[in-house]
């Protein structure tokens, strides 16, 4: 039996981001798991792993996808779960098995700390870019309402907490999708590990320009791992 495929967003972002990709996915007959929106944002990592954990299958051979800052989720997913191997897109790859990985590094923690409004809270996810325009990301105007509005504002706080790397990470086979060169560093990491590895030219939510084409990618690289 094929392993369920699961789409993981960011804690930052909805499911909306992964949704064109689960429909092609299921039209090619994969089973996909997806992530709802949880009823509140997460006020610490151990909430968004548990919002994962509780979406993931426990009773199947899985195969976990995240995008951006989920990717930092994953090692600490792979024991309670069957977890037969992962394609990273876009997102956070953990290093520093047996350790742990901070939310964000201390240099971007700095620029988050001066957007939190006096209750510590910030603003959603589009909106930390002070002006750039962002009308690339998405395909049209009503997918980018869509997207922003399923945002939640996380708390600063969210961004000073960690998660940890098991020291037996990784012990399923991987591979490394990227979108252009923003994450290019991750992507090197995966191409050091000897995991397979592509890149689509786009921005950091093409999944929601090119679904087909994101999905393609995936399977390509689903196909190459030993599972």
């Given at each position: ?11 930052l972002l909805?499911p ?6 689960a429909e092609v996915?299921?039209d ?5 798991a ?12 151990a909430?968004?792993?548990g ?5 993931i ?10 995008h ?7 090692p600490?997913?792979a024991?309670?779960r069957r ?15 047996g350790s742990?990985v901070?939310m ?7 620029m988050l700390?001066g957007?939190a409004d006096?209750?510590?809270l ?5 909106r930390?870019w002070?002006?750039?325009d962002l009308?690339?990301l ?6 980018r309402e ?7 504002r ?9 998660v ?8 399923q ?9 923003t ?8 191409v ?15 999944m ?8 393609t990618a995936?399977?390509?690289l689903i ?5």
């Amino acid at each position: 039996m094929e392993p369920v495929l699961c789409l993981l967003p960011s804690p930052l972002l909805g499911p909306s981001c992964w949704q064109p990709v689960a429909e092609v996915l299921s039209d090619r007959g994969w089973t996909v798991a997806e992530v709802p929106r949880p009823s509140r944002a997460p006020r610490c990592a151990a909430d968004a792993l548990g919002t994962y954990l509780a979406a993931i299958p426990s009773d199947r051979d899985v195969v976990l996808i995240p995008h951006s800052n989920a990717g930092l989720f994953v090692p600490s997913l792979a024991a309670p779960r069957r977890v037969a191997g992962y394609v990273f897109v876009d997102a956070g790859l953990p290093s520093g098995a047996g350790s742990s990985v901070p939310m964000a590094p201390a240099e971007f923690y700095d620029m988050l700390a001066g957007k939190a409004d006096g209750a510590g809270l910030l603003p959603p996810w589009t909106r930390w870019w002070d002006g750039e325009d962002l009308s690339g990301l998405f395909p049209d105007a009503p997918t980018r309402e869509i997207v922003e509005r399923e945002q939640q504002r996380l708390p600063l706080s969210y961004f000073e907490d960690s998660v940890p790397v098991p020291a037996d990470w990784p012990a399923q086979p991987g591979a490394y999708l990227a979108f252009g060169d923003t994450y290019a560093a991750e992507r090197a990491a995966a191409v050091a590990r000897d995991w397979p590895a592509m890149t689509l030219p786009g921005e950091h939510l093409h999944m929601l320009v090119d679904p087909d084409g994101v999905a393609t990618a995936i399977t390509e690289l689903i196909a190459k791992l030993v599972i």
